[in-house]
């Protein structure tokens, strides 16, 4: 099994794997990190969420980074602005011991005018989710013309939220780019029409087939009716004491009513809901 110093990245990258405890690559890494440092190449990558390929783009982009090149040279699109943070605090961690990288996360929800100021001072990578830089490009604010590399991650996802529009548009005002690395769970007509109409000759990787959930998962369910639901979740709650896991409820005021009875019985539960800002969402977040 191969290790990350032999796949020939720069050594900043491989010490920073190294502290975060990465031994061996996954197999999405191992097909697709020697494929993109070594050449110039659009790439189609299918790969179930989870499977590391945040890493699998993510340390190529650094590897072939150009800290004399100005302007945006890498961007990555993600469909929702909790993934776009997580992203860039990946991104970051990787190029902890390389000089002078910015990375800068553009999602709506959050300040436009800080993100601007941000973008002013300087960026290599952005990552953003298609709205918010759509938003920033049609603000003048932000300009793609020295883009190489664009990353489509979770593809399949953000053109089943509806951003078909805004990708293409995206695509169409970066055609100095070199190279299109497209990361999805599947395989639907949308993504064919993407690579047929903006990529040039993509490698293919797949490495695990579509729709396949964990192995290790097991199903069950109770059946109750609504006055005592409360009570059963209790007992579930009560008789797995180390659970950790995801409650979800039909409205998001079910979701505000569940997380207040179990917080006031002493369960250590945080509410995630649309209704919440984007600070009480990232609090959420950290609270897991």
């Known amino acids: 099994m191969m290790n990350f110093n032999q796949f020939g990245l720069k050594n900043e ?6 502290q975060l ?12 990190i020697p494929l993109l440092i070594n050449n110039t190449t ?24 150009d800290p004399d090149a100005p302007g945006v040279q890498a961007l990555i699109l993600s469909p ?15 190029s902890a011991f390389m000089e002078d990288v910015s990375i800068a996360a553009v999602y709506g929800g959050a300040s436009i005018s800080e993100q601007i100021r941000q973008i002013k001072r300087g960026v290599d990578i952005i990552v953003a989710t298609p709205g918010r830089l759509i938003d920033l490009i049609d603000r003048r604010a932000l300009f793609l013309n020295d883009v190489s590399t664009i990353v489509l991650d979770e593809a399949d996802e953000m053109l089943n939220m509806g ?22 769970a599947t395989m639907n007509n949308d993504v064919r029409r993407i690579a047929k109409k903006f990529m040039d000759a993509p490698q293919e990787v797949a490495v695990a087939r579509e729709n396949v959930g964990n192995e290790n998962i097991s199903h069950q369910y ?23 896991g995801i409650i979800f409820t039909r409205t998001k005021q079910d979701a505000h009513d569940v997380s207040e009875k179990l917080v006031k019985d002493g369960y250590q539960v945080s509410a995630l809901h649309g209704d919440l800002d984007q600070n009480m969402r990232r609090q959420g977040n950290g609270k897991i």
Request: proline content about 4%.
């Open 21 to 32: 405890g990465f031994t061996h690559p996954s197999p999405i890494q191992q097909n697709t």
């Open 13 to 18: 990258l491989v010490q920073a794997v190294t």
């Open 163 to 184: 951003f078909r529009e805004d990708i293409d548009r995206i695509l169409e005002v970066t055609e100095s780019r070199e190279e299109v690395w497209l990361f999805s």
């Open 80 to 94: 929702t602005r909790e993934l776009c943070m997580q992203i860039k605090d990946e991104m970051v961690k990787y």
């Open 222 to 244: 109770y059946v109750t009716q609504g006055k005592y639901r409360y009570e059963a979740l209790q007992r579930m709650l009560d008789i797995t004491p180390d659970i950790y």
């Open 42 to 65: 659009d790439i189609i990558a299918l790969a179930q969420t989870g499977t590391g390929k945040t890493a699998a783009f993510g340390l190529p982009l650094l590897h072939k980074l």
